[in-house]
């Protein structure tokens, strides 16, 4: 399976602040990853740096092919909702990274932000602007947005605040589908809901402890000194949560 | 009526009308930007600071308005390093750049010899005596942010609106935020002789929130606030000349009541539609019944 993404002894931070260590993390193509971990372990920097807006300390990014672009779904509380733009157009930024800085945008990009838009219900808001909309209706938008450029990886960043679990449910089948043609991380508080949708979990806290599944054993747990609750799957997901050090 | 006509046979009062056009289409389309961006304060930093160019150029005797333009797009630039690092305090920043501009220029102009200007010209502008120069550099720089708007509206829109995604994608965030932070600090130079360095912050906010009132689309959005712009100035305009009193001070004065009007009209339209609303319910429950 070819690799998406190779992050080698990695260590990140901000000025003289430390906040990752020895990060060593490989994703391949139809990977399905969640990171799970504490406030302030370091998740939105691990995504910061994997997304290329702050630079390693040291260590490797290796990203397949030298200007791949990630999707990218950011936590919808940091986006400006009375900031004057409709919706297509917030799809049709997600094409920026196709576009020359003077580029113009065709039909066919319409007509792909069209299809988008229909696919995930949200057509009949188009010409909307994004303050009219509801939680669930923006993270539509922002997701459109994300894929539209049909990226290799996508990223989401806390796809299930400020959504109803009904949009929770459709928004884990739609990244279902999409995995069959693009590799995922979803970083996410919600440990249960994640752990019963993903392929593997990271561990982010300080260091990253990968678990080649979405099944933890307490020993797989204590070993890395993972501080997460314990999650076990049997035949219908259900978790059992046990606290440990 | 005749006496609108005869007014527009005065060298003075035809440049003021020039100057009133030329200010509301640079500022409605950097304003818009200024507004959408909540970039207000930054803006007003960048006004202030540069009066020590002023205070500078009157000192070195040169065009006062060239010392503003070097103040204003420095001052603008270092506030956008500045908010690039993270550990600094962006607003305190500014509290400091502009008092230190105000104070800069107030000691040069009297430190110069001789004549003193009147200062209040510069705080408070005054449109009926813009000269040839004056219109050629607002000429210029209409044209100019025209062109940067037309060709790169997608990506000032879209980098303006998420920074932090524009940058996944990346797009040269830093160039444009470079490129239209000066921009700003060149309107807001070019326009302080229109209405002064105290006003010039309004021609950059009321017209645009009058037009946020209605629209929501961010190139409605600059053109109705240079609609606005260029009725508010206008009026103010003709007032001054009325009334005898400095031109700045009315301009604004009619964009606030215009703010004023629009507030109200907002309000009848909301509360028709809900009327509307009510009655298309009330014939449902009827319908029902």
């Known amino acids: 399976m070819r690799k998406i993404l190779e992050?080698?002894?990695?260590?990140?931070?901000?000025?003289?602040?430390?906040?990752?260590?020895?990060?060593?993390?490989?994703?391949?193509?139809?990977?399905?990853?969640?990171?799970?971990?504490?406030?302030?372990?370091?998740?939105?920097?691990?995504?910061?740096?994997?997304?290329?807006?702050?630079?390693?300390?040291?260590?490797?990014?290796?990203?397949?092919?030298?200007?791949?672009?990630?999707?990218?779904?950011?936590?919808?509380?940091?986006?400006?909702?009375?900031?004057?733009?409709?919706?297509?157009?917030?799809?049709?930024?997600?094409?920026?990274?196709?576009?020359?800085?003077?580029?113009?945008?065709?039909?066919?990009?319409?007509?792909?932000?069209?299809?988008?838009?229909?696919?995930?219900?949200?057509?009949?808001?188009?010409?909307?602007?994004?303050?009219?909309?509801?939680?669930?209706?923006?993270?539509?938008?922002?997701?459109?947005?994300?894929?539209?450029?049909?990226?290799?990886?996508?990223?989401?960043?806390?796809?299930?605040?400020?959504?109803?679990?009904?949009?929770?449910?459709?928004?884990?089948?739609?990244?279902?589908?999409?995995?069959?043609?693009?590799a995922i991380i979803v970083v996410s508080h919600d440990v249960g809901t994640i752990c019963s949708h993903v392929k593997s979990i990271a561990c982010v806290n300080e260091t990253l402890c990968y678990h080649d599944s979405n099944v933890i054993s307490q020993e797989q747990l204590m070993a890395y000194n993972c501080p997460i609750d314990l999650i076990t799957h049997g035949e219908v997901p259900h978790r059992v949560l046990k606290h440990h050090k | 009526m005749n006496e609108l006509i005869e007014l527009f046979q005065y060298n003075f009062f035809l440049n003021a009308v020039g100057a009133a056009i030329l200010a509301s289409i640079s500022c409605g389309i950097i304003g818009s930007y200024i507004v959408a961006r909540r970039i207000v304060f930054i803006s007003g930093g960048i006004t202030h600071a540069s009066f020590g160019g002023i205070g500078l150029a009157w000192y070195l005797g040169l065009n006062p308005v060239f010392g503003a333009a070097v103040f204003g797009v420095l001052s603008a630039l270092g506030i956008e390093w500045i908010s690039k690092k993270t550990d600094v305090r962006q607003d305190s920043v500014i509290g400091i750049l502009w008092a230190f501009g105000m104070a800069l220029g107030i000691l040069f102009i009297y430190m110069t010899p001789g004549y003193a200007p009147n200062l209040m010209s510069f705080l408070f502008g005054n449109i009926l005596t813009v000269g040839a120069l004056d219109l050629y550099l607002l000429l210029g720089l209409c044209l100019f942010t025209i062109a940067v708007f037309f060709f790169l509206l997608r990506p000032i829109l879209f980098v303006a609106f998420d920074e932090e995604f524009a940058r996944t994608q990346k797009a040269p965030v830093q160039f444009l935020n470079y490129l239209l932070i000066s921009l700003v600090a060149l309107a807001i130079v070019l326009n302080i002789r229109v209405v002064g360095i105290i006003l010039v912050i309004s021609f950059l906010t009321i017209p645009q929130t009058i037009a946020n009132m209605f629209t929501n689309d961010f190139k409605k959005m600059i053109f109705g606030s240079i609609a606005f712009g260029i009725l508010g100035s206008f009026i103010g305009l003709l007032v001054s000349y009325r009334i005898n009193a400095p031109s700045g001070a009315t301009i604004i004065f009619s964009f606030v009541i215009l703010f004023v009007i629009a507030k109200l009209v907002q309000l009848v339209m909301i509360s028709v539609r809900r009327k509307k609303f009510g009655l298309i319910q009330l014939k449902r429950g009827n319908h029902l019944n």
Do not use: W
């Open chain 1, 7 to 182: 992050l080698k002894s990695l260590t990140a931070g901000y000025d003289e602040k430390i906040v990752l260590k020895g990060v060593n993390l490989v994703v391949k193509e139809n990977d399905f990853l969640g990171i799970i971990g504490p406030n302030g372990g370091g998740k939105t920097t691990l995504l910061k740096v994997i997304l290329g807006t702050i630079k390693p300390i040291e260590g490797e990014i290796l990203l397949d092919g030298n200007d791949s672009i990630i999707g990218y779904l950011p936590q919808i509380n940091q986006i400006d909702n009375k900031f004057p733009i409709p919706v297509k157009e917030v799809v049709l930024s997600g094409l920026m990274s196709h576009k020359k800085i003077f580029g113009r945008y065709n039909s066919e990009n319409k007509r792909r932000a069209d299809e988008l838009m229909m696919q995930m219900g949200i057509i009949h808001l188009k010409n909307k602007n994004i303050g009219e909309l509801s939680g669930g209706q923006l993270q539509r938008v922002f997701l459109c947005r994300a894929i539209i450029a049909d990226p290799q990886l996508l990223i989401l960043d806390e796809p299930d605040t400020y959504v109803d679990s009904n949009f929770e449910g459709e928004l884990y089948e739609i990244l279902h589908h999409l995995n069959s043609h693009m």
